[in-house]
């Protein structure tokens, strides 16, 4: 009898701990298309009182994007603010273009997991875990590969000519932390004698990296 009570205590606290491991919280509803317009705050969006099938279609993931920056990359998103639609729906999804040698700097996602598919050229793609181990990754058209929610990751085209791919996330809005301009062009600014602490270098080093991203 007490191997059963532990047992169905252990069943009830995994599943209400399952809700909180998903990326977005359930809907409610059959569908909540985002009323972005609307002035009410809360965690989400509003629904809109009347939508139409139009706000369940989305074309803007078929024409690549303009790759001309620092980067060499843009991404091209299907999340709430640009798709509505996925609402309350725990699901978004993006396109990266990579112009020759671009790169999707080392970011991270707060609220997904991320899974990208390569539709073009070739790619290194790597995460790095807590334990500051990095796991690599060369991949090319028609293969998969995946990105743990939260930890720091990037995608670099090794590839002689353009690349992109279709990413999905587990969530209407994953969030983006790029991390160098988290770090070097925060408004207000992170203070330069603590980022020269953490990188162990000097404060004019610090304020010449600053400088590049103004």
Not at 94 to 115: K, M, V, W
Not at 161 to 166: D, K, L, P, Q
Request: charge should be neutral; proline fraction near 6%.
């Amino acid at each position: 009898m007490a191997r059963l009570y532990i047992s169905v205590v252990c069943a009830v606290l995994l599943a209400l701990a399952a809700p909180s491991l998903a990326g977005d919280p359930d809907l409610l509803q059959d569908v909540c298309v985002a009323d972005l317009a609307s002035p009410i705050k809360l965690n989400g969006f509003p629904c809109k009182a009347n939508f139409t099938a139009d706000d369940f279609f989305f074309a803007g993931l078929k024409m690549a994007g303009n790759t001309d920056n620092p980067a060499g990359s843009v991404v091209t998103a299907a999340n709430v603010l640009s798709f509505p639609a996925v609402n309350t729906l725990g699901v978004s999804m993006a396109r990266i273009d990579y112009a020759p040698g671009g790169q999707n700097p080392l970011h991270t996602h707060p609220r997904a997991t991320e899974i990208i598919y390569v539709t073009q050229g070739v790619l290194e793609v790597g995460f790095i875990t807590t334990a500051n181990k990095l796991f690599t990754k060369t991949i090319t058209v028609g293969e998969v590969f995946v990105f743990p929610r939260g930890l720091v990751h990037f995608q670099q085209n090794r590839w002689h000519g353009a690349a992109s791919v279709i990413a999905g996330f587990n969530s209407q809005l994953q969030g983006t932390q790029v991390i160098a301009n988290m770090l070097f062009a925060a408004a207000p600014p992170v203070p330069s004698d603590v980022l020269a602490k953490a990188f162990r270098v000097d404060n004019d080093d610090i304020d010449a990296v600053k400088a590049r991203f103004k």
